[in-house]
């Protein structure tokens, strides 16, 4: 593969691999290579994959174990601490699939301080390039976390809701169970709410319940996970603004103009009008540091410009009121 000008974590200009910034978040700061010692091909029966079902089928994701300083597929009985993924199947440009999930994830922490899952573009032997996220529901001493995402806290199962329960219903439902389930709901329903606002400009049209959760602190209250699994689906299918069939909120609200949906959700669950329009403010007038990242990412160029198109063509939709 070609020498790297960029950290394929952070997207810091100047590094030839990991930052030293990118190996403390990522790997505690041990030298961890940005290449595997391995390829997929040839540790293929090394590895039961975990599947899960993404905007077009299923996606591999493989867990690993840091040893030392090498990452290694998880054997069994052992606890994992990373997620990969590499290239799956989808209608097209699925070679770029990990560029894109690490560059959305990279621009919703860095350009818009969304608490995300610490992650890097990893290659293979060969130079293929996969996704990596470090597991946030696993303690520093190896203990897990207790994660619950939003479908189970909904009640929402296949024998409940068929098999596209995680697509039922609105984000508005999300706000309600937030408030149930957390003390310092105020604080974390503009999390919430920042990150929806995001999934929308960013195109992220897989944004199901499954990929929204709560997580118990070593004090035991719950609050917000960090957010994964964000891309830009419109990369890859030609998707809908959003992943729940209802919208942000149920009919006729659904109805109206974007942003006034967005305003009607924000006022709805008790955020203030003066924070709604700051919010809105920030995710719509951050296009330069966008542009930034974007350039630097792993896309080509022909896939950095239509990324870049389908966030000014919603910074536009977000602009219009009635």
């Not at 899960?52 to 009985?77: A, C, E, F, H, V």
């Not at 993924?85 to 959305?104: D, G, Q, V, W």
């Amino acid at each position: 593969m070609k020498t790297l000008n960029v950290c394929p974590s952070l997207l810091s200009e100047g590094y030839h691999t990991y930052s030293p910034l990118a190996l403390r978040r990522l790997f505690n700061g041990k030298q961890v290579s940005h290449l595997l010692s391995f390829s997929l091909k040839t540790e293929k029966n090394s590895y039961k994959p975990l599947y899960s079902l993404s905007i077009s089928g299923y996606q591999r994701k493989i867990l690993m174990t840091l040893d030392n300083t090498s990452l290694r597929i998880t054997q069994k009985g052992e606890q994992s601490t990373y997620i990969l993924k590499p290239i799956s199947e989808m209608p097209k440009n699925e070679a770029f699939a990990p560029a894109n999930e690490h560059l959305t994830m990279q621009i919703a922490q860095q350009v818009f301080g969304i608490e995300t899952a610490e992650n890097a573009l990893i290659f293979f032997a060969d130079g293929t390039p996969a996704y990596i996220t470090k597991r946030f529901d696993i303690a520093p001493n190896g203990e897990k976390y207790a994660v619950e995402d939003f479908a189970s806290l909904l009640g929402k199962t296949v024998q409940t809701h068929g098999t596209d329960y995680k697509y039922t219903g609105t984000y508005l439902d999300l706000f309600n169970i937030l408030k149930k389930n957390v003390a310092a709901w105020q604080v974390e329903s503009l999390k919430l709410f920042t990150l929806i606002v995001f999934n929308y400009l960013f195109s992220n049209g897989d944004a199901h319940l499954k990929n929204f959760s709560l997580i118990q602190s070593p004090q035991g209250d719950f609050r917000l996970s960090p957010a994964y699994d964000l891309l830009n689906t419109a990369i890859h299918i030609d998707d809908h603004p959003f992943a729940l069939k209802s919208g942000l909120l149920p009919s006729p609200f659904n109805q109206q103009k974007i942003r006034e949906q967005f305003l009607h959700l924000g006022k709805e669950v008790g955020l203030p009008e003066k924070l709604i329009t700051k919010t809105l403010t920030l995710l719509t007038s951050q296009t330069d540091k966008v542009i930034t990242l974007i350039q630097r990412s792993f896309l080509p160029e022909k896939l950095q410009r239509n990324y870049l198109q389908t966030y000014q063509r919603k910074i536009k939709k977000l602009a219009i009121s009635d």
